[in-house]
């Protein structure tokens, strides 16, 4: 059994289920991102956790012990709160100190804990200040020092990074990362932020209507999204209705607006499909290797990269190329572009629809 | 820093002199040495001060609107904070209703309330004891402190009381250690006005007095009504040094904005 196995959770409120049948397994130290947009029930599913919200149904499992008669206060679990929720009128010494008194540690074990846990998130020397004085970046430190010095069984980040400015939320996420390794604490983020999940976490689980559509490693999920939704929601991508001829051992053959293309093996029926392209897989080529003519619609210039907008016979496609230092096609000019057939994702048309 | 206008400028200064005005009326009279009230005073003599000396009866009120004063806003302060936690956060069947019904003493006329208490206290066989004017006093004031309560308590960000219990906090303990340092703005600040209101209530406990537990106000408002000699001039005097002191000792130790405006640290 998994350090932490939740089980077909289930919270409804009235007529609607936030979260339907959520399973989860997560191995001692590993770190967790449920993933999804707003209202997809990751959030509650994180309060059910932290025994904020009784579940409708379903278990919570964690080393062992069955958490669903535990109430909040006894399942020792260390929380990050978006809004960091430090006490206002305490420094961040006694905010530290907090969850010690509580369990009853005092004296120089005190004092070592407090230390240490400050020392974790290199906030020892503001120890005296009020949170009021403080950054938000040096907040969320205090926040999270508040809740690895208790020793959690598992650490819960509720969009802990949602407040910081964009350079700043950054830092934090190396920060982050370096914190729940040396702390060695098995933790489960929610969040929003796709580029904040996969930078941070060992897995991803993506959510979307109160379940589980797809876990795996950052890498895993990107590359093989099991629908659109999981392709446009993890990094950008191209999607495009086509229908699946046939595929078999030589690959899929596919037709897209009248287009005869190829792509990988699939397990799916022929007939009404949708395909997906990363933005970064399509190449602009010279005119003998295009597999189709493009007009740049528009572009944009994003320092490290550009992002051209064509207009193809298959329809609008989003391209991403790194800047070079060279001269890039300008709005208006026709280019070829060109991808490996193996880029391709073929997905199902009709899991978006499903309820 | 501050750009007023002239204009402002000029209308604050009437405002300030409108209100102040008063006051340096009723100070100024009780500085005088005749036996009549005059403004202007023709010279500076302490004579009505030592008068009040000469009628305890005056300092006795004193006491017991002192006494009364803290009583009730203290009992009115208990039972406020617990319902403004349940109004402010949860939802709950009749909570409006609870809610109106607390800041009803506010809407009703204080004349009528005045007629209903001495009915109620006399069924109940307290009329005119201290405990039946506590009773009054701290439902008349409830509704202040509740609304400088609610007005906290809906401030606060609820996560913090989460953040508490997730690290292990019972209920009481984080209210103690949490939610009351919170809140602490708007029960102070209600206290201290629940305390004012009691302090010069007039209407209602002129209904419900008798001459062991009268009030300065009623006292003053009854030698008023025989004399219009300078003591209540110099009786007025006194109270508003005691305010003053009052504020000037909050200010010092909490911050008087932080006491009117609700502002928490």
Known sequence: MSFLEIKALTKRFFDMTAVDDFSLSVERGEFVSLLGP?????????????????????????????????????????????????FPHMTVEQNVAFGLEMRGISGDDRRQKIANALDLVKLSHLAKRFPKAMSGGQRQRVALARALVIEPELLLLDEPLSNLDAKLREEMQLELRRIQQDAGVTTLLVTHDQSEAMALSDRIAVMQNGRLMQIGTPFDTYESPKSSFISNFLGKSNCLDARLISTGDDGAKLDVNGIQITGPAVNLLPGKVLISLRPERIDIVDSAEGVLPARVLERIFLGDQWLFRLETTIGNLLVVRRNRGRREAEPGETVHIAWLPEHLRILPQSQENVA | MNSNGKYSLIFNGLFTIFMVAPLVVVIGVSFTPTGYLEFPPSGLSLRWFRAILDNPDFI??????????????????????????????ERFLGREALQALFLSPLTVPTVVLGIAFLRLLSLLEINGTFIGLTLCHAIIITPFVLRLVLSSVVGIDQSIEKAAVSLGASGWVVFRRVTLPLIMPGVVGGWVLAFITSFDELTVTVFIVNPSTTTLPVRLFSHITQTTDPLIASVSTMVILFTVALMLLINRFYGLDRLLMGESR
Request: overall charge positive.
């Open chain 1, 38 to 86: 707003s209202g997809c029930g990751k959030t509650t599913t994180l309060q059910m956790i932290a025994g904020f919200e009784d579940p409708s149904s379903g278990s919570i499992i964690l080393n062992g012990r069955n958490l669903s008669k535990v109430p909040a206060r006894k399942r020792g679990l260390g929380i990050v709160f978006q809004t960091y929720a430090l």
């Open chain 2, 60 to 89: 006795d009120a004193a006491w017991i609107s002192l006494k009364l004063g803290v009583c009730s806003a203290t009992v009115s302060t208990i039972v406020a904070v617990p319902a403004a936690l349940a109004i402010g956060r």
